[in-house]
């Protein structure tokens, strides 16, 4: 039971960090500038879309149950959010 929660609360995390990098892909945030900058607008867009099938990914896998299943989807979501930060690092 626990372990479903807590891969439910780590969905929600991803698509709330996707749905604001796709939301913020002609507006200016942080240090980005993604108006003036058509590179990093795409990037923004792909890798929004990319949390947010993620994000989807690991909640239905949280709510079936499976150990190796949830520990993949889990493995998954951690390389991309990783990816997703070492990627926006280069538009610094």
Known sequence: MLIKLLTSLF????LFVG???YSHRQTDFMLFKPSSNPVLSG???NTGR???GIAIL???LGLMGNTYLV???L??????????LLTLM???
């Open 50 to 52: 990319i949390l947010i």
């Open 43 to 45: 990037v923004l867009k």
């Open 58 to 60: 690991c909640f239905i």
């Open 11 to 14: 969905a929600l995390i991803i």
């Open 75 to 84: 493995f998954i979501g951690m390389i991309a959010t990783t990816s997703v």
């Open 90 to 92: 280069r538009f610094m």
């Open 71 to 73: 520990l993949a989807a």
């Open 19 to 21: 749905y604001y990098l």
